[in-house]
Nanobody, 123 residues
Framework: QVQLVESGGGLVQAGGSLRLSCAAS????????MGWFRQAPGKEREFVAA????????YYADSVKGRFTISRDNAKNTLYLQMNSLKPEDTAVYYC????????????????WGQGTQVTVSS
């Protein structure tokens, strides 16, 4: 199983940017499709973005499309989420996750999860 550690969260003003990173270890990173999810206080965890094994296929939630970009560097075993034009409603704990199967757009498709990193967007 792959181990995942997120970093890069913090406090930012609305309209600002952050880049999250997710460092993977334990298994071959390129074997996994990867995703970002988030959970706001009092809400269920929701899908944000996903990327296939080699980084050619990407998928986004409608709420972040055009503002967030998911990418990966298989040589560095690292997943990224570039977040621009941040809004207060983007405030949440952000989780990276790994999928070893053929599907990677639903929470149930992901078997390995990081501990999360807090992103807070002030208005």
């Amino acid at each position: 199983q792959v181990q995942l550690v997120e970093s890069g969260g913090g406090l930012v003003q609305a309209g600002g940017s952050l880049r999250l990173s997710c460092a993977a270890s334990g298994r071959t990173f390129s074997y996994y499709a990867m995703g970002w999810f988030r959970q706001a206080p009092g809400k269920e965890r929701e899908f944000v973005a996903a990327i296939d094994w080699i980084g050619r296929g990407t998928y986004y939630a409608d709420s972040v499309k055009g503002r967030f970009t998911i990418s990966r560097d298989n040589a560095k075993n690292t997943l990224y989420l570039q977040m621009n034009s941040l809004k207060p409603e983007d405030t949440a704990v952000y989780y990276c996750a790994a999928s070893g199967g053929p599907r990677y757009t639903r929470e149930a498709d992901f078997g390995s999860w990081g501990q999360g990193t807090q992103v807070t967007v002030s208005s």
